[in-house]
């Protein structure tokens, strides 16, 4: 009867052991409007393939980028693997916002939160915070600030990639009493600013007002 009891608290306990566990951290927790939030989540099992569900956060936060890494240790003919993935959060509104649970492959990560504030932040640590930011950039013009109705403008998206993430990307803008259209493909090319090289994605629309803002 002993044995029975034990071979059927090994079976039971089994399938929590081979399940990865995914911990979650937010750099920084407190950001001003505007700023860049790198959200890191990462799991103990680089082997389950699983890709995060990243909808519940488009919420209250714009996607950026996303970038994936994977570790792998040998440890007394042991082998263990870890999965990194890193998301380029920007939010959409100031407050206290809740970052929820999400999932990856069978496995859900923790909730946890970020406050975002209209003042400027304090903090010791601003090369980390400002070396964040300076990965990812989004930069837009327009060659008419007071156009008239139906007047064509031209404006500008530049995404500035430093080649940390795999797959930076924005999304299209959108135009209220206006018509938008992109002018062909966007153009990829190389600058350097403040010492560090970045991969710029460069889209330009046209732009015609339909209405006049008064």
Same mark, same amino acid.
């Given at each position: 009867m002993k044995k029975f009891l034990?071979?059927? =608290?090994?079976?039971? #306990?089994?399938?929590? /052991?081979?399940? %990865? %566990? #995914? &911990?979650?951290?937010? @750099?920084?927790?407190?950001?001003? +409007? *505007?700023?860049?939030?790198?959200? #890191?989540? &990462?799991?103990?099992? %680089?082997?389950? *393939? *699983?890709? $995060?569900?990243?909808? $519940?956060?488009?919420?209250? =936060?714009? #996607?950026? *980028? &996303?970038?994936?890494? +994977?570790n792998y240790t040998f440890i007394n003919g042991q082998s263990q693997s870890s999965s990194r993935w890193t998301v380029l959060l920007i939010a959409k509104k100031s407050g206290i916002l809740p970052i929820p649970a999400l999932q990856i492959g069978r496995e859900q990560s923790p909730a946890t939160q970020v406050e975002v504030t209209n003042e400027p932040t304090t903090s010791f640590d601003t090369g980390s915070q400002a070396s964040v930011q300076d @990965?990812? /950039?989004?930069? &837009?013009?327009?060659? @008419?600030?007071?156009p008239y109705i139906s007047q064509q403008v031209i404006y500008t998206v530049r995404l500035y990639n430093s080649g940390r993430l795999l797959d930076a990307e924005y999304q299209p803008p959108k135009a209220e009493n206006a018509l938008l259209i992109a002018l062909g493909d966007a153009d990829r090319y190389q600058t350097v600013e403040n010492g560090r090289t970045y991969v710029i994605e460069e889209q330009r629309y046209a732009v015609f007002p339909q209405k006049v803002e008064r």
């Open positions: 034990s071979l059927i =608290f090994i079976g039971c #306990i089994w399938p929590v /052991m081979v399940l %990865a %566990a #995914i &911990t979650v951290q937010v @750099e920084p927790g407190k950001v001003q +409007m *505007g700023d860049t939030i790198q959200l #890191i989540l &990462t799991t103990d099992d %680089a082997q389950s *393939g *699983g890709v $995060p569900d990243l909808t $519940p956060l488009q919420k209250d =936060f714009r #996607i950026v *980028g &996303t970038e994936r890494s +994977m @990965e990812v /950039m989004l930069k &837009t013009e327009v060659n @008419e600030n007071n």
